[in-house]
């Protein structure tokens, strides 16, 4: 886990029903989710077995062991998932440095929550060396805090990716909103007791209590996120 930036007590979110704001990163922020399923393929072919589309809805959005794990028995392929995991970081790592497009919206979204200073954290199950790359991509000074799926002791569907977020900001979960893409990445952040936007990229997701689902990251800003904060009152 990674702190740049001072948490809330120091910020102008102290006092707001919103205090935090902890975003995913792939399929989140930036259009990374078929570039994982593209070096999967990729790999998998290099060790003589086609993965079945459907698959993909299976991997998405999980930790590197549980979607890894899940390939390595559903093709019965001759690797261990060390070796494995780290084909797919070596073959991620280089599809981001030749491309990595940021999803609509997110840009926009990430300035406005820097210029109010709200405290915002990146909450991902991708490793520290990736999200270390993807962060130039997306421009560092804009979270006070990341955390890498490969520092916290369970990671998404788990909660405790998002509790470690909001008490390294010195934040109630229950007074952050969590934005994700995927089933899992909402699984965890309810888990945690967060309000969830979810912004589905791959498999849908179904509207639920304390869970606004949206098409768009463009349909997202400040004045949203306090709105939903509010009716939570």
Excluded at 76 to 94: K, M, R, Y
Aim: aromatic share 6%; net charge negative.
């Amino acid at each position: 886990m990674t702190s740049t930036v001072p948490a809330l007590g120091t910020r102008s979110a102290e006092g707001s029903a919103l205090q935090a704001v902890l975003l995913d990163m792939d399929g989140t922020l930036v259009d990374s989710e078929g570039f994982w399923w593209d070096v999967e393929v990729e790999v998998f072919a290099s060790l003589g077995h086609t993965l079945d589309e459907s698959w993909r809805h299976v991997v998405v959005g999980g930790p590197m062991t549980r979607s890894a794990g899940f390939l390595i028995e559903a093709t019965g392929a001759d690797i261990s998932l060390d070796e494995l995991t780290v084909l797919l970081n070596d073959g991620f790592e280089d599809r981001i440095g030749r491309a990595l497009p940021l999803m609509p919206g997110a840009g926009r979204l990430l300035a406005e929550l820097y210029e109010y200073e709200i405290p915002t954290a990146l909450v991902s199950a991708s490793h520290r060396r990736i999200i270390d790359r993807v962060l130039t991509s997306l421009g560092a000074h804009h979270f006070s805090l990341t955390v890498a799926g490969d520092e916290v002791p369970r990671t998404k569907p788990h909660p405790d990716p998002y509790l470690a977020a909001a008490a390294g900001l010195g934040a109630d979960p229950a007074r952050c909103a969590v934005i994700e893409d995927t089933a899992t990445g909402v699984a965890a952040a309810e888990a945690a007791g967060c309000q969830v936007v979810a912004v589905p990229s791959v498999a849908p997701i179904a509207p639920a209590l304390r869970r606004t689902v949206v098409t768009s990251l463009e349909e997202v800003d400040l004045t949203f996120l306090h709105g939903l904060m509010t009716e939570m009152r």
